[in-house]
């Protein structure tokens, strides 16, 4: 259901993008379609091997994007970029940081005893692991907030009154659930 939504949130983002291409919006539905079913396929086999990796994937974006709302907002700062103009390097670093914690949330609930597939007992690795998945988080905010800002829309729907559409909610966990998965199948 959450695939079909963003499908079609995605699909309106093409149409005010590209105008009057049919070719060029054909193609890029059925990419993004693809892409979708992979990320489908992605959640469910994490959800198959380990629904700790899934709620500890889940938690490290929302951790990600919560550090950065409210670094960002307490501290404010300079610019990140213009594609997101209330995105601050501090909001970034904020994001990181809070990236870390899913990591003592689980070390003190499971005692030191994880049977995570991205998670080994090297915490040197384990750190570096969360810090690249809030980069790719960050990534792909940005990647849709670059979208929206090319269509000229705010938001990429309404299901969530006061929040948007559902993938200004999801943005950057469709592309770290791909990359949590390649690390996984590359490093653990």
């Given at each position: 259901?959450?695939?079909?939504?963003?499908?079609?949130?995605?699909?309106?983002?093409?149409?005010?993008?590209?105008?009057?291409?049919?070719?060029?919006?054909?193609?890029?539905?059925?990419?993004?379609?693809?892409?979708?079913?992979?990320?489908?396929?992605?959640?469910?086999?994490?959800?198959?091997?380990?629904?700790?990796?899934?709620?500890?994937?889940?938690?490290?974006?929302?951790?990600?994007?919560?550090?950065?709302?409210?670094?960002?907002?307490?501290?404010?700062?300079?610019?990140?970029?213009?594609?997101?103009?209330?995105?601050?390097?501090?909001?970034?670093?904020?994001?990181?940081?809070?990236?870390?914690?899913?990591?003592?949330?689980?070390?003190?609930?499971?005692?030191?005893?994880?049977?995570?597939?991205?998670?080994?007992?090297?915490?040197?690795?384990?750190?570096?692991?969360?810090?690249?998945?809030?980069?790719?988080?960050?990534?792909?905010?940005?990647?849709?907030?670059?979208?929206?800002?090319?269509?000229?829309?705010?938001?990429?729907?309404?299901?969530?009154?006061?929040?948007?559409?559902?993938?200004?909610?999801?943005?950057?966990?469709?592309?770290?659930?791909?990359?949590?998965y390649i690390l996984s199948k590359l490093f653990f």
């Amino acid at each position: 259901i959450v695939s079909i939504i963003t499908f079609y949130e995605f699909n309106n983002l093409i149409i005010k993008i590209i105008k009057n291409k049919r070719k060029e919006k054909f193609i890029l539905n059925i990419l993004i379609l693809i892409y979708l079913i992979f990320f489908i396929y992605i959640g469910y086999n994490l959800n198959q091997k380990s629904q700790l990796d899934l709620i500890f994937i889940l938690l490290l974006c929302i951790f990600s994007d919560t550090g950065g709302y409210v670094v960002g907002k307490l501290i404010g700062g300079i610019k990140l970029t213009k594609i997101s103009p209330n995105k601050t390097i501090s909001g970034s670093i904020g994001s990181f940081l809070f990236s870390i914690f899913p990591i003592i949330l689980f070390s003190e609930i499971l005692k030191n005893k994880f049977e995570l597939i991205i998670i080994t007992n090297d915490i040197y690795k384990l750190i570096l692991t969360c810090l690249f998945l809030s980069l790719v988080c960050q990534l792909g905010d940005l990647f849709i907030s670059y979208l929206k800002r090319k269509a000229k829309i705010k938001d990429t729907g309404n299901i969530l009154p006061g929040h948007g559409g559902l993938l200004d909610r999801i943005d950057g966990l469709i592309f770290v659930f791909p990359a949590a998965y390649i690390l996984s199948k590359l490093f653990f």
